[in-house]
């Protein structure tokens, strides 16, 4: 079992449409939680940290469930320039401090 | 900040040839990774340094790879001898201890193509 999973997609959506990602985890001893995206041909850029009680950046919503060991990525009114992949990512367990772990990613195209 | 520098950009050699990928961390960072990206493999890591110290090399492919960090600046990574199969995007991140929790940034990549 891959310690992070993610649906590769892609995911095809209209503009305006609201679209959710899904990622689980092995490792209940995870921590820290993120989400990246990445652009085509470019580097990884932090998109938002998730936290246990959930958290809110304008358009997009960030959800942990650590006992489903389950996160998830909602963005709501979907805009062209949000087409990407975008990376679930978790810290490695303990003894291991600063290695993330990335999963391999879900690519989103948003169609006009 | 100018953010994490990686040179080159692109890199094409021949299979045998040795290359050396460059990374100039974020000032004040403190830990420094290397990543391999294929579509088949996904991103990978090869191996992450803290206070120029290699803390965990599990990625590394094999002994073709070695890494180095002289000095809180500077880190390189090379392939000798390459191979086709080495032929990736090789991304360098660096994090801070201090900063926000395990927050990486990464460079924007060298894409190495071995013929």
């Known amino acids: 079992r891959k310690e992070v999973e993610q649906d590769p997609g892609p995911f095809n959506v209209p503009e305006g449409a609201t679209v959710a990602f899904n990622c689980t985890y092995s490792?209940?001893?995870?921590?820290?939680f993120f989400w990246y995206r990445q652009d085509c041909r470019k580097e990884p850029k932090l998109l938002m940290s998730?936290?246990?009680s959930g958290n809110e950046d304008g358009r997009f919503t960030a959800q942990l469930n650590r006992a489903s060991q389950y996160i998830s990525l909602l963005i709501r009114d979907s805009k062209l320039s949000d087409s990407a992949t975008y990376l679930c990512v978790v810290n490695a367990p303990s003894g291991n401090t600063g290695k993330l772990i990335f999963g391999q990613g879900t690519t989103l195209q948003v169609k006009p | 900040d100018a953010g994490v520098i990686q040179s080159p950009r692109h890199e094409v050699t021949e299979m045998g040839q040795e290359v050396t990928l460059r990374c100039k961390p974020i000032?004040?960072?403190?830990?420094l990774f290397w990543y391999r990206q294929t579509m088949m493999r996904g991103l990978e890591l090869l191996i992450y340094f803290n206070n120029n110290v290699p803390i965990d090399d599990s990625g590394m492919p094999e002994d073709r790879f070695s890494a180095k960090m002289p000095n809180a600046s500077f880190s390189t990574l090379k392939i000798q001898p390459s191979e086709p199969r080495d032929s990736a995007v090789y991304f360098c991140a660096s994090g801070s201890a201090s900063g926000a929790s395990d927050t990486q940034y990464f460079g924007p990549g060298t894409r190495l193509t071995v013929l």
């Open positions: 490792n209940s001893a995870s921590q820290s």
């Open positions: 998730v936290y246990s």
């Open positions: 000032s004040g960072h403190d830990y």
